[in-house]
């Protein structure tokens, strides 16, 4: 019986440093705040996950790499102490840095982030490979995103496809080769932001219109049953295979800072439809998640439990 979640994606420490306002180039802004925290889109996927189920969900099992460093080593202990979440596949790899991000934020919660990959752009194909069988035969749901090599992602698609999983694939960033790469020829479930969706289909999105216009392109290229479009404080909009689609509108947030706002409503979709809640209500509660989310600070420190989201109101 097909029980378990996968995340596979990246880690990274995030040094995040809070700002009146964000700098232009070439500009100096003084002040702020920092403060260093665990992130990177797989891990933040799936700190979400194992935090956005219930007490009966399936165990989150996380792929992923670290550099042979000490931060490598404090953000594995991190993870091995994070409850339904399995980091034993994290593989530390030789001679690399562990990913890090350095992440600016205003008073408005718009953010800017660069990273230094390290480590997460060596995990390969021979690390998927190289995994026994078991490993993939119970996977109901796969959630992969963009912050690790393609191939190594479409390795790993493959495997848990056979397997009869179902692939959540999270298009973020929209890397180049990713339109073309077969990888999303086996996606199920695709997760833009409206961006990230306007660079796949080549429509602007301004409005709903748009961005359904946008999904059935998508759907129409890729061949992908459901694309998802999170659209921040706008909810997100769903189209499916036959183009009719639905919207989830987000509850009201005070936001202070969104840096993780996509890889939450990523992480609890995926935990929920792996647990084996209907489509529309596992929609619902990620929308709910990532609006709590919001009006917290940090990546993983602002990732609610379901007790904190699960009935939080969407009008």
Do not use: W
């Amino acid at each position: 019986m097909m029980s378990r979640l996968m995340v596979i994606g990246s880690i990274n420490l995030d040094l995040v440093l809070e700002t009146d306002t964000l700098p232009s180039p070439g500009e100096t802004v003084l002040g702020g705040r920092f403060s260093r925290v665990n992130g990177g889109k797989g891990a933040n996927q799936a700190v979400a996950s194992a935090r956005g189920g219930s007490s009966d969900s399936p165990d989150v099992v996380f792929l992923a790499a670290v550099g042979d460093d000490d931060f490598g080593r404090s953000v594995v202990q991190d993870y091995q102490n994070e409850p339904y979440l399995n980091a034993s596949l994290i593989v530390e790899k030789k001679g690399f840095a562990t990913g890090v991000a350095a992440i600016l934020v205003d008073q408005q919660a718009e953010n800017m982030i660069c990273v230094a990959p390290g480590a997460n752009a060596a995990l390969s194909v021979t690390d998927v490979e190289g995994l026994a069988d078991e490993h993939f035969e119970n996977v109901a749901v796969l959630l992969v995103s963009m912050e690790v090599p393609l191939d190594t992602i479409n390795a790993a698609v493959k495997r848990s496809k056979a397997g009869g999983a179902t692939i959540i694939l999270n298009p973020a960033p929209v890397v180049p080769g990713l339109a073309e790469h077969g990888v999303m020829n086996h996606v199920d479930i695709l997760t833009p932001n409206e961006h990230e969706a306007s660079q796949l289909s080549g429509i602007e999105i301004q409005d709903v219109a748009s961005a359904v216009e946008a999904a059935r392109v998508i759907i129409r290229k890729f061949g992908i049953a459901r694309v998802v479009i999170t659209r921040g404080s706008d909810g997100v909009v769903v189209v499916d295979g036959d183009g009719q689609f639905f919207e989830v509108a987000a509850p009201q947030a005070e936001a202070v800072d969104t840096t993780a706002a996509g890889d939450c409503f990523n992480g609890v979709l995926a935990v929920q439809l792996a647990s084996g809640t209907v489509f529309s209500e596992s929609v619902s509660l990620a929308v709910q998640a990532a609006s709590l989310s919001v009006t917290r600070r940090g990546a993983q420190t602002s990732l609610p439990t379901i007790a904190e989201f699960a009935g939080h109101s969407t009008n």
